[in-house]
């Protein structure tokens, strides 16, 4: 489902390939040096949702649960990624599901041998590699929206950029963030977290609910720092990758903003 985003938007120094897939919720655009590698994450994405759906089988609460959950025994990587997302940002396991698939993807694309991956789930990006990227945020009609983003320096690598939003997509929240933008290591704990601080966000004083926000992320372990935009404010905490301004003219971009409108937000 589409939501507050963060979206790849590359000058190609190094030879990328470029593909697509969907399937149910899941929606990657996988990027890497290596284009055998790609149906690696492909392969490793599907396995993740099977393993996914056949855990809330056996723990439908695994699926429901709005607060962290500690589940015994040996689990598969996603489904541990999920678990320890979940207890890091005080939330349910759920609300990592995106950036865990992205982060298996990616791992699994640098094992068939890239070298240089970028895989994106819906907003929620995991990137593994040795080069720059550029990440672009996409916030609906607020300020700022497709207009900064952040350079991503090699030696910030391995890194999860992950989105959520009050106001954009169908996403689950209980705050009113147009975005947040969460920086980890770990995809899965950027995306329970930018769940958990989007929560925060809310009430009618705007630059307060913002302050709310960026509070809560500083007791969320293992992130490294949080952008938040609502309206006309934006807020920023902890180590972020360096802010850019993105050119209007970027054609990835134009292509996001029709995917939200064609998902009647305009």
Known sequence: MPCASTQ???????????????FKETNLRIKCDN????DAAID??????????RYILKHPEFRSSLES?????????VIELMLKAGEFAGIGPFAAVAGAISQVAAEAARSAGA??????????????GARDFRVGVFAGDAKGSGKIGFL?????????ICASSGTVGHSLSFGQADAVVVVAREASVADAAATSIANAVKGNDVKASVKQ?????????????CLIIRGEH??????????????????????????YQDYGLE
């Open 8 to 22: 790849a938007i590359e000058v190609l120094v190094i030879q990328m390939y470029s593909q697509t897939w969907s």
């Open 35 to 38: 284009e055998r590698a790609i």
């Open 44 to 53: 490793a994405s599907l396995r993740a949702r099977s393993e996914v759906e």
């Open 69 to 77: 959950l500690r589940l015994d025994g040996k689990h598969p990587r």
């Open 115 to 128: 070298e240089n991956v970028l895989v994106e789930n819906g907003g929620d990006i995991a990137i593994i």
């Open 152 to 160: 991503i320096r090699a030696v910030e690598l391995p890194v999860g």
């Open 213 to 225: 926000g960026l509070d809560h992320a500083k007791h969320i372990q293992e992130i490294r720092g």
């Open 234 to 259: 934006i807020g920023t905490w902890g180590k972020l990758p360096e802010l850019i301004q993105v050119s209007p003219e970027s054609q990835e971009l134009s292509n996001t903003w029709k995917k």
